[in-house]
Nanobody
Framework: QVQLVESGGGLVQAGGSLRLSCKAS??????MGWFRQAPGKEREFVAA????????NYADFVKGRFTISKDNAVNTVNLQMSSLKPEDTAVYYC?????????????????WGQGTQVTVSS
């Protein structure tokens, strides 16, 4: 059974940092990504990484602040978030797919985690 389990969310002050982790079990994936959804807004792409970390994609609004990484030994993808802003407040979702194509788009991701809340206070 395939499962994606996120952890690491929480409450942080603006300018602070958080590290999200997503552990995949059941199989390995070629592409893994992070998306987020704020209240009243559509889910949006944050970052993605290929299985060998050769490809990384970032949304413009997180470039220079967030870093995605992967630990294949434990089948985990991490999202290090720094210089957090109140507008980063959202539920963050991990997702996995069988290809490294189009990793910035929600369609094509086969599996999703349950989400983890990130709240940034001003």
């Amino acid at each position: 059974q395939v499962q994606l389990v996120e952890s690491g969310g929480g409450l942080v002050q603006a300018g602070g940092s958080l590290r999200l982790s997503c552990k995949a079990s059941g199989r390995a994936f070629y592409g893994m990504g992070w998306f987020r959804q704020a209240p009243g807004k559509e889910r949006e792409f944050v970052a993605a990484i290929s299985w060998d970390a050769a490809i990384t994609n970032y949304a413009d609004f997180v470039k220079g602040r967030f870093t995605i990484s992967k630990d294949n030994a434990v089948n985990t993808v991490n999202l290090q978030m720094s210089s957090l802003k109140p507008e980063d407040t959202a539920v963050y979702y991990c997702a996995a797919k069988q290809t490294v194509r189009a990793m910035a788009f929600m369609t094509g991701y086969d599996y999703w985690g349950q989400g983890t809340q990130v709240t940034v206070s001003s």
